[in-house]
């Protein structure tokens, strides 16, 4: 069973600050790795994409990934309360991918002013 | 920005009714999802539809569920007889490649009565 795991938290940081959210994932032959935010209610929203190896960055976010670690990271800077929100790490690749995305439970973010 | 669409936005039937969640991709993506999202748990795959065919479905996807993209631009699921136990919110998403970005549609609640 391809497995992706996050710590639900909530995580809690202060305006401003470096939040750091981290997934693990158990299939070695994933190829896509993805961060949606999702707001209570709402539909997933793509935030950033990995592909291989090392950091992406985009704007107040940095994707991070170690395939042999089997990791990825997402770092938040300049924290806002309006990145408040569950975030969701995606992962697919494999054999015979179909583009099957398989769900971590996602990882609750507080950002106090 | 090209989105994908969904349409009822909420959805209230009787067990053992059929109800029809109707998507409109993305117009140049060629590969189709449908995820759901039981209150409180993971976003979690139902089908993939590729080509005018199903590529990968998950043991949810039982006898009751059909999709079909009958005609160039919509793409639907429908649950024959539903259950209690069907009430999710339930997502499209489209994407132009299997290991590329997948967007998601706002996505349907369905209470199931």
Redesign the interface.
Known sequence: QKEVEQNSGPLSVPEGAIASLNCTYSDRGS??F?W?RQYSG?????IM?I?SNGDKEDGRFTAQLNKASQYVSLLIRDSQPSDSATY?C?V??GS???????????TTLQVKP | EPEVTQTPSHQVTQMGQEVILRCVPISNHLYFYWYRQILGQKVEFLVSFYNNEISEKSEIFDDQFSVERPDGSNFTLKIRSTKLEDSAMYFCASTQGTTREQYFGPGTRLTVT
């Open positions: 190829q896509s993805f949606y709402k539909s997933p929203e793509l994409s592909y969701l995606a697919n690749g015979g991918n179909t583009g099957k995305l398989i769900f971590g439970q996602g």
